[in-house]
Each structure stands twice: as C-alpha cells, then as structure tokens.
T-cell receptor
Framework: DGGITQSPKYLFRKEGQNVTLSCEQNLNHDAMYWYRQDPGQGLRLIYYSQIVNDFQKGDIAEGYSVSREKKESFPLTVTSAQKNPTAFYLC?????????????FGQGTRLTVV | DAKTTQPTSMDCAEGRAANLPCNHSTISGNEYVYWYRQIHSQGPQYIIHGLKNNETNEMASLIITEDRKSSTLILPHATLRDTAVYYCIVRVPARTDKLIFGTGTRLQVFP
C-alpha cells in the first residue's frame, strides 16, 4: 500500500548524542515536511523540502538538520545542539490535488532523551 | 500564511452534529481553507478543504462564509471515534508553501 513511514516509533537517546529519524514515502510526492509536537501543543514546522536536493528552514530549525538526496526519503537529524529534543516528531508529504494541497502524515516518532 | 483562531475545546453528544468553527479574518483571495484532525498520538489526517464554495465528502462538510473570513467544519453524526484535535489551516498551494498548524480544537464526543 502507498503511504508514509516513520521509524522507529519510539527512540531513546542519551544527552549529547545525535540521532536520525527516518521518513520514507512511496506516494511519489515532491514535498516533504518535519514537525515537532510537544504535549498539549500544536505542530511546529522544523524543515520542509519542495524538491530533491532542496530544503528550507521552518520556524524551529535550530539544532536540527535534514537531507533530501532521494525523492522518497527525508531523514531528520536531531543534533546535540538541540536543547530540548524530547518530543513527538511527525513527517508529512504532500501533493497538489486539483488546485488544493493534501498532506499525508506518518505515525510519528516519540523521542526521549535520557 | 494567514492565521486562524479556533476554540480550545468543544464537547458533542454521540450521534449529534459537531460544528467546529474557525476564524480566518486575514485570509487572502488565493488561500484555501484546510481541515485536519489528529487522534491521540497519531499523525494528523486530512479531512477536507475548500476555497469559497461549500464542500462535502464522506467524512465531513465545510461551510465557508461568503466573505471567507470564517468557516465551519461539520461532522453530521459524531461518533466516539471522532474524538480528536481538529486543525483549521489556511494556505496558498504553491511551491514554497509551509503548511503551518495552530493549536486546534480538542473535540470530545461523549456517549
């Protein structure tokens, strides 16, 4: 089935370590996004990419890095520079539908720093 | 992107219609209104979108006022599984768009 897959679902990291969250889609979508969600809060945009080998910072990019070497993959690295990395991370991809846009989300990765 | 304002929370009895309002008074002419919902600890799910005409699909109806400054998402017969956070978003579908989410409305459907 077509969809967007995030892995792992739960991730534990020691303070000071970098960690990479995986996001893969087989929907042939050009655009992909990474969001962070804290308890009781909405989604905040970290990075987004409209096309392969191109990406832009969102509202909270500090302490994160991404790459977009392949259309189907948009991994997110949480670096040791991110001061408060414990959160729920969501990846999405989107396609233009008619003259609108529909985004599809993965099931998320819950990162805990221990 | 235009900002949206939604009530923090709402309750609805099972089987009744749930009407979720959204204000987007600064919406521009080429911005669409989108609705998503997020069930606890899952990724958001697309529901419906529209520009200026009312829209209906198998999940919900979207009513946009004539001046486009507000809209209402209608779940005609709410079930317990509709309990979720509902997000209203306005955006221009373009190559450089960001897809910004607010804090949404937490809808609680009770028996």
């Amino acid at each position: 089935d077509g969809g967007i897959t995030q892995s792992p679902k739960y991730l534990f990291r020691k303070e000071g370590q970098n960690v990479t969250l995986s996001c893969e889609q087989n929907l042939n979508h050009d655009a992909m996004y990474w969001y962070r969600q804290d308890p009781g809060q909405g989604l905040r945009l970290i990075y987004y990419s409209q096309i392969v080998n191109d990406f832009q910072k969102g509202d909270i990019a500090e302490g994160y890095s991404v790459s977009r070497e392949k259309k189907e993959s948009f991994p997110l690295t949480v670096t040791s520079a991110q001061k408060n990395p414990t959160a729920f991370y969501l990846c999405a991809s989107s396609i233009e539908v008619g003259r609108g846009t529909e985004a599809f989300f993965g099931q998320g990765t819950r990162l805990t720093v221990v | 992107d235009a900002k949206t304002t939604q009530p923090t929370s709402m309750d609805c009895a099972e089987g009744r219609a749930a009407n979720l309002p959204c204000n987007h008074s600064t919406i521009s002419g080429n911005e669409y209104v989108y609705w998503y919902r997020q069930i606890h600890s899952q990724g958001p799910q697309y529901i419906i979108h529209g520009l200026k005409n009312n829209e209906t699909n198998e999940m919900a109806s979207l009513i946009i006022t004539e001046d486009r400054k507000s809209s209402t998402l209608i779940l005609p017969h709410a079930t317990l599984r509709d309990t979720a956070v509902y997000y209203c978003i306005v955006r221009v579908p373009a190559r450089t768009d960001k897809l910004i989410f607010g804090t949404g409305t937490r809808l609680q459907v009770f028996p």
